[in-house]
């Protein structure tokens, strides 16, 4: 069975703080896929990034990077220099070697950036 | 740039009733899903597609039936609602080669629902 915990249930930060939000996994298959959405006030859910578990490589895009570690299991997202606009619904998700492509969700942490 | 096209965006019923969630992709992907979003939960996943004419159960499917009617339309159906049915409901679609999950689910705007 699959899992995906985001112990963050909320994170209120001022803008251009940065801040880290946690992600931690259990699968066992040997191949998977994570992936964070963004789901702003509006309710539509947007995709921002998946990682394949062969590649350890972390990622940086403008303000947004992301720390994926097998050792623990943890693929992390760092917003630096947070804006208000920012402000949204963030869920981890996690797709094992299944032949659906099928998403386990972490429960989301609200973040609140406040001006 | 439609991507998924869910109908209709608000629906409050009456126990009992009954009802069809439509769902429409125009990315030509041959996945597609079903999913709720609970408060505090993230969102499950009801049914799923991995292809045409293939339909197979999600993590809570009780309560609920689909249809793929075609490569690009997924309906989801709640035979007589319940209120532990009212949730926001999500379609999404993905392309999934030989069987692995490396692509991005696309997700619609959502279905809020509500069962008095």
């Known amino acids: 069975a699959q899992k995906v915990t985001q112990a963050q249930t909320e994170i209120s930060v001022v803008e251009k703080e940065d801040v880290t939000l946690d992600c931690v996994y259990e699968?066992?298959?040997?191949?998977?896929?994570l992936f964070w959405y963004k789901q702003p006030p509006s309710g539509e859910l947007v995709f921002l990034i998946r990682r394949n578990s062969f590649d350890e490589q972390n990622e940086i895009s403008g303000r947004y990077s992301w720390n994926f570690q097998k050792s623990t299991s943890s693929f992390n997202f760092t917003i630096t220099a947070s804006q208000v606009v920012d402000s949204a619904v963030y869920f981890c998700a996690l797709s094992g070697n299944n032949a659906g492509n099928m998403l386990t969700f972490g429960g989301g942490t609200r973040l609140m950036v406040k001006p | 740039n439609a991507g998924v096209t869910q109908t209709p965006k608000f629906q409050v019923l009456k126990t009992g009733q009954s009802m069809t969630l439509q769902c429409a992709q125009d990315?030509?992907?041959?996945?597609m899903y079903w999913y709720r979003q609970d408060p505090g939960m993230g969102l499950r996943l009801i049914y799923y597609s991995a292809s045409e004419g293939t339909t197979d159960k999600g993590e809570v499917p009780n309560g609920y039936n689909v249809s793929r009617l075609n490569k690009r339309e997924f309906s989801l159906r709640l035979e007589s609602a319940a209120p532990s049915q009212t949730s926001v409901y999500f379609c999404?679609?993905?392309?999934?080669?030989?069987?692995?999950?490396?692509?991005?689910?696309?997700f619609g705007d959502g279905t809020r629902l509500s069962i008095l």
């Open positions: 999404a679609s993905s392309q999934v080669w030989e069987g692995r999950s490396n692509q991005p689910q696309h």
């Open positions: 699968t066992r298959d040997t191949t998977y896929y």
């Open positions: 990315m030509n992907h041959n996945s």
